[in-house]
């Protein structure tokens, strides 16, 4: 027997297959770029004033090979951050002016489309986000253990 009641697990069902819905399902993937997307633009800001704040004033100073590890490590950290950004933003809001046809068949297909490739842009992102600030940790890292003759 169970603890809860036949309207209660009516309830609950009904509930469940709402949630299941393309539409339920698009929206809740949307929900979560968005919220990936905030997080990715935080972390990147807090760790470009961390960065600027603690690391290395003056590059030139570093022997060549830390320095070109360096500018390698921010260079390709930028880049990625960008286009993980870029994903999340794509993610989220689709191109201007792009029409979704009222067909109900046509809607269900897209809705459920739509949400897998938020999904999938979003698990990429995500991964491409964490190598970009993993990136800029290294490079920071580079420029504390190889500062360079001190004059």
Known sequence: MSEFGDDELWKADLR????????ERLRAALQQAEGYRN???TLTGLLT???????????SRMTTGPRWWVIGLLAGAFLLLLAASWMM????????GEKVLTDAEYLLTYE??????VVRTTGVARWMGLVGVLAVSAASLVTWIFPGPIT
């Open 39 to 41: 997080f990715l633009t």
């Open 16 to 23: 469940g297959q709402a949630m299941a819905s393309p539409p």
């Open 112 to 117: 459920r489309e739509r949400a897998r490739s």
């Open 49 to 59: 004033v961390v960065f600027v704040l603690k690391g290395q004033e003056n590059l």
């Open 89 to 96: 933003v794509s993610a989220v809001h689709e191109r201007p």
